[in-house]
């Protein structure tokens, strides 16, 4: 069983950065691909972003690549996400979630099994 924890959200300007992290316990972080994802009100969980087991491998999606950077720290049982040139249209509760997935699935919610309670981003324009 594996328990994530976010924080770093708040209220951020356009144009500015956040750092979100997220604190795992377990001793299996080290095996779990770790994602981020996020919910706007009235809209479908978005896949934002996601890192191998190892780190070697990151995976984003089209509407935040080249603005953030997730990493991890399996010593520490972290994984973080670095999000810059913030958009109002980022506004959302950010999730971190981990699991044993495929390659294929990588981008799915469903294929998590371990996800935190979120925490919420805001940008102003």
């Known amino acids: 069983q594996v328990q994530l924890v976010e924080s770093g959200g708040g209220l951020v300007q356009a144009g500015g950065s956040l750092r979100l992290s997220c604190a795992a316990s377990?001793?299996?972080?080290?095996?779990?691909?770790m994602g981020w994802f996020r919910q706007a009100p009235g809209k479908e969980r978005e896949f934002v972003a996601a890192i191998s087991s190892s780190g070697g491998n990151t995976y984003y999606g089209d509407s935040v690549k080249g603005r953030f950077t997730t990493s991890r720290d399996n010593a520490k049982n972290m994984v973080s996400l670095q999000m810059n040139s913030l958009k109002p249209e980022d506004t959302a509760v950010y999730y971190c979630?981990?699991?044993?997935?495929?390659?294929?699935?990588?981008?799915?919610?469903?294929?998590?099994?371990?996800w935190g309670l979120g925490t919420q981003v805001t940008v102003s324009s």
């Open positions: 979630a981990g699991g044993i997935i495929l390659n294929r699935d990588t981008y799915r919610d469903a294929a998590y099994s371990y």
């Open positions: 377990g001793r299996s972080f080290s095996r779990y691909l």
